[in-house]
C-alpha cells in the first residue's frame, strides 16, 4: 500500500505556473503507476496525467497536452505535475494517485492524497 500527500497548488494568475508535488510514503512506490487528478467545483474527478511505474511512459488528457508535464523521481518516492500556461478553467483540486495499471481512468486508481488546491485567475 502507499499513501500520499500533494502540496504546491495556491493562487496564480492565468498564464502563470505552478508545480504541485506529491510525497508519497511506502517501500513499493516504484511498484505503482501514478497519476495526477482534478475535481473542480460541481464536476466530477477527471483525469489529467498519468506516469508509468519506471517514468518512461506518459498519458495526458487532450485539454492539458503541451501545457503539464508529469515527472516522478522513485528514489525520492515523489511525482511532480508542472502546470504551465495556466487558464481559469484548471481550476481544481489536483489529487494524487496510486494504481497498479497506467491508466486514462481515474476510477482505477486504489490511493490517493487529500488534494492540493490550484485557482487560477482572470
Known amino acids: 500500500q502507499v499513501q500520499q500527500v500533494e502540496s504546491g497548488g495556491g493562487l496564480v494568475q492565468a498564464g502563470g505556473s505552478l508545480r504541485p508535488s506529491c510525497a508519497a510514503s511506502?517501500?513499493?512506490?516504484?511498484?505503482?503507476?501514478m497519476a495526477w487528478l482534478c475535481q473542480a467545483p460541481g464536476k466530477e474527478r477527471e483525469f489529467v496525467a498519468a506516469?508509468?511505474?519506471?517514468?518512461?511512459?506518459?498519458y495526458y488528457d487532450d485539454s492539458v497536452k503541451g501545457r503539464f508535464t508529469v515527472s516522478r523521481d522513485n528514489a525520492k518516492n515523489a511525482v511532480y505535475l508542472q502546470l504551465d500556461s495556466l487558464k481559469p478553467e484548471d481550476t481544481a483540486v489536483y489529487y494524487c494517485?496510486?494504481?497498479?495499471?497506467?491508466?486514462?481512468?481515474?476510477?482505477?486508481?486504489?490511493?490517493w492524497g487529500q488534494g492540493t488546491q490550484v485557482t487560477v485567475s482572470s
Open positions: 506516469i508509468s511505474r519506471t517514468g518512461r511512459n506518459t
Open positions: 511506502g517501500r513499493t512506490f516504484s511498484s505503482y503507476a
Open positions: 494517485a496510486a494504481g497498479r495499471m497506467l491508466t486514462i481512468n481515474y476510477y482505477e486508481y486504489d490511493y
